[in-house]
Structures are given as structure tokens and as C-alpha cells.
């Protein structure tokens, strides 16, 4: 009897540093074949790009956008990203445990670290466009309603709207601190 394989969630599916990858450079490129991928991801075995693709696919986060032929006259699928399932995600409660959240935070950043040393293997980075910045904040109901307002302004900057804008990596996390009595 065959085992039924069970569709990843669209979190699971997002939060792994490959997939991550995969998606930043759809997001960042637009619509690409996975032999476009792997030019753009050579750390990445083409044989498991086309896997990671199949998960990303299944779970809702991407889907083919039509079909390209290549030189030699072989046609080859063009995936996209399915509008605004990359952009936010809502973690379910079974998701939430302690080491689903250390998984998930650690995905992220290790795409992020991805990211930065693809970055830096083309070059140093100009004075003045690097920023880090750890901060410890204190919130009450209605700043942390502005706060998250601010984050959800950052969606309309993911979109390229031509002229002089240039493209930045930005992440940031935002989580509550374990409360601690004063004494």
C-alpha cells in the first residue's frame, strides 16, 4: 500500500534557507526556469532545485507561469510566484512550539546570511548602505499597532517601480521580550 505524502504547509514549505533562496530570486527577478535558477543559485544542485521548486509548488507558493522554449528546442516550464502567499506568515498553533520557531527563525537566517555572502563575493559594499542595528524596544498597544503599520508599509518598497530606486536586502523580527520583575 502506498503511502500518501503530505502537502507542506505554506510555512514549512517557506522556511527552509534553499527554498528561501529559490523564492528571494523570483521575487527579486521575476518568472524563471529552474535551469534560470540555477545559474543565479549554483551553490544549489540543479537536480535539487527542481525538488525544492516541487515543494514550493505544492504548498501554493509558486506555479508555473507558462513555457519558454530553450535553444535547442526543448520547451521548459517558467515558474512565478503566486501574489502575496511569500509575503506574510501566519504560523498555526501546531507550528508554534518552541523548536518550530527556532527552526523557522533559523531558516530565515540563514537565507539571509546566504544572501549577504552572495553579496559580499560581488564586492564591498559603499560607505553609508550597510546598517545593523539590534534594538530592544519598549511598546505599548498603540505603538506596537504602529509598528506593525510601518512593517506593513515596507510591502508597497518590494515593488519596482523603475527610476532611481535601488534594490536592499531588509529584514527584521519582531518578537516580545520574557517579562522581568524591577527591583
Do not use: C
Not at 523548536?99 to 555572502?117: D, G, H, I, N, T
Request: a positive charge; proline letters at 5%; charged letters at 25%.
Amino acid at each position: 500500500m502506498a503511502s500518501k505524502v503530505k502537502k507542506p504547509s505554506l510555512a514549512d514549505a517557506l522556511l527552509h534557507p534553499q527554498r528561501l533562496e529559490i523564492v528571494r530570486m523570483l521575487a527579486i527577478h521575476g518568472p524563471q526556469s529552474v535551469r534560470e535558477l540555477a545559474t543565479r543559485l549554483p551553490a544549489i544542485a540543479q537536480a535539487t532545485l527542481y525538488r525544492q521548486v516541487k515543494v514550493l509548488q505544492s504548498a501554493g507558493a509558486m506555479m508555473p507561469s507558462g513555457k519558454r522554449m530553450q535553444q535547442w528546442g526543448a520547451p521548459e516550464t517558467v515558474y512565478g510566484l503566486v501574489e502575496g502567499a511569500t509575503t506574510s506568515l501566519r504560523l498555526k498553533s501546531s507550528q508554534r512550539s518552541p523548536e518550530s520557531m527556532r527552526r523557522y527563525f533559523a531558516a530565515v537566517q540563514a537565507a539571509l546570511w546566504s544572501a549577504f555572502e552572495r553579496r559580499l563575493n560581488g564586492g564591498p559594499i559603499a560607505s553609508g548602505e550597510l546598517a545593523v542595528r539590534h534594538s530592544v524596544v519598549y511598546l505599548n498597544a498603540d505603538e506596537l499597532r504602529e509598528v506593525k503599520a510601518i512593517f506593513a508599509r515596507l510591502k508597497e518598497l518590494e515593488i519596482d517601480r523603475g527610476g532611481r530606486r535601488r534594490l536592499f536586502s531588509l529584514s527584521l523580527a519582531l518578537f516580545p521580550e520574557p517579562k522581568t520583575s524591577k527591583k
